[in-house]
């Protein structure tokens, strides 16, 4: 899929148009930049040429539209070695390896690779995928001084939440680490154009540890939200009561609830982080511990749900059960199923009840049958249903109605409402109760 003009004529390359290029992509188009997007996915690559996205994001989908039929924005799955535009931003995904921690940096080697033909003494590249600690100088240069000898690379961090890209890419503040003072004050001066604080800070290494310490500090609260639940439920308390309690008022760090903690982010950046440590012989331990309690949450609640169905006297071989809320996260809503903890409860699930069926107010139902659910309404998948888990907090169940859902529920039956977001009369299991 060839681009009509030279690449050097667009303002900006954005290399790997998954979430974080495409939402890039999208606000440097809505300054006015024109942007050349390198995707190796053809399907992907064909239909964001034509506009069409496969993400739920606000804002997004209308501007790549718009300015896929102006030109401004055009895609190609072959970079070849023409000369690229000034700007390159590196967006490719830094995934853990399937069932093990080890970062996989095979993305990111291979976009560099490609790149490093197109790019001269006056290319900035920035990397923008979150990486170990030592990436961009361990891994893109290496590759990239083998072309020319003083490249510009600066390390540019994605810190915006699903849900709210757009108008974070354009309103938080943006952590700037260059190899070289003329890459830090280029990189800069590129995003100071998107938003109006730059943070510039000494290095790569630097502004590689901001994204990951950021990570791991949300992942970090979200466990101790869930230590306390799990604390409660043996004492016979109630978690979120005490959590309101120390709240409120009280002029300290405030206490997370608990819940789930998903996303492909969250749930893979402890480990980038333990790596980078992980050759100076340091793991670091609360990050650990809170990676490790909060992959155990989707299991405890699997426990809990089978453990109430034995006490009402069915054998879980014999119950159906309904799971709402496969996107791994409700607010702001999401139709992304990375990292959500369907993923371990599921597996953990199956084999255990006779069938699950399954509903998001998001994910559409042919993403949820692929993971080999039935998906129902809401009024279906309640119907005769022995246990109904939800488990994100999307803002549609506070428009249901809640207590004729549970009537249509067999008899005995249960309701695990993990988020609390069913009116408090609806006798259900909540996590941090006993
Ligand atoms: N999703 C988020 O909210 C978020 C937020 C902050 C940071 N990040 C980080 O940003 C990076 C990208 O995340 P994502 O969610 O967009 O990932 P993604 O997997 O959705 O997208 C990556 C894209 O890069 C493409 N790609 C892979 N190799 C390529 C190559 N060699 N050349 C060109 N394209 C290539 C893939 O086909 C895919 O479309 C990751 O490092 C992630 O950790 C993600």
Known sequence: MPSTKPYEDYDVCVVGLGYVGVTLAAALLSTGRSVLGYEINPKAADELARGVLDLAEPGVEEQIKAKAASGAFAVTTDIGERKLPPVVVICVGTPIEAGGTTPDLSHLRAATEALAPGID????????STVPVGTSRGLVLPILDRRIPEPLIAYCPERTIQGQALAELLSLPQIVGGLSDEAGKRAGEFFG???????????????ELVKLVCNCHTDLIYGFGNEVALITEKLGLDAREVIDAANLGYPRPTLHKPGFVGGSCLTKDPYLLAHSVAAYD???????????????????VGERVLGA????????????????????KGRPETDDLRGAPYERLLPFLKGRVK???GHDFVVPDARIEALGVRA??????FTGVHAAVLLNDH????DIDAAGLVARMADPALVYDTWRVLPPSTKAMRLGRA
């Open 121 to 128: 003494e006056t290319t900035l590249v920035i990397v923008r």
């Open 193 to 207: 154009t998107l938003t109006e604080q730059v943070v510039p800070v000494a290095s790569l290494e630097s502004a």
């Open 395 to 398: 803002p549609g169940y506070g």
């Open 355 to 357: 069938e699950i069926v």
């Open 282 to 300: 340091h793991t670091p331990q609360v990050i650990t511990a809170a990676r490790a309690l909060n992959e155990s949450m989707p299991r405890r």
């Open 309 to 328: 169905l034995w006490e009402q006297g069915r054998d879980p071989a014999e119950a159906r059960i309904l799971i709402s809320g496969f996107a791994y």
């Open 376 to 381: 129902v309404d809401l009024t279906e998948g």
